[in-house]
């Protein structure tokens, strides 16, 4: 079962992530909801990757196999000592992908192919106003991007400080 999922990851990952959630959202049609289903259906692929690397490598250490000879059922063995130690690269990877998500939203928002009037988007208010950088009112394009950017890099922090704060291994 391993060899079909890292199959299917790979096949996935292979594809550029805007590349396929372009194609899903033509597929669906235009729609925050189906930018919605676009960008989880891809963004699913780290998360695997990430976590399948450090169960991997958690259930190797000692402590793991010790609880095993133990005769601690694996649900025992997977909540208490595997799932404390890989719960926060998930959080890490989790922020990484919604600060992703929304970086991805706001372009094809921005394309005309994302969330559609009247439904607000940073990328469609960039849109909008793109015109106005060189017509004397740049503020009306900058703002929305500042907002996207300040998000952005307030779940990225958010997500390195649940990580520092989470850390079994200090």
Request: hydrophobic fraction near 55%; avoid cysteine; aromatic fraction near 10%.
């Amino acid at each position: 079962m391993d060899k079909v999922i890292v199959w299917l990851i790979n096949v996935v990952w292979s594809i550029p992530t805007l590349l396929m959630v372009i194609a899903i959202t033509l597929a669906l049609g235009k729609g925050f909801w189906q930018v919605f289903i676009a960008v989880g259906l891809t963004m699913w692929v780290e998360v695997a990757r990430v976590v399948r690397g450090q169960v991997l490598a958690v259930k190797e250490k000692t402590y793991v196999q010790a609880a095993q000879a133990l005769g601690y059922s694996n649900q025992r063995v997977l909540i208490n000592h595997v799932l404390p130690m890989v719960i926060a690269p998930i959080i890490v990877i989790s922020a990484a992908n919604f600060a992703s998500a929304i970086l991805i939203e706001s372009g094809l928002s921005f394309l005309g192919i994302g969330a559609q009037p009247p439904t607000p988007s940073w990328g469609g208010m960039v849109k909008d106003h793109f015109r106005y950088l060189l017509l004397g009112k740049p503020y009306l394009a900058i703002l929305p991007g500042l907002a996207i950017m300040s998000l952005v890099l307030a779940f990225m922090t958010l997500g390195n400080s649940l990580r520092d704060f989470l850390d079994v291994k200090n």
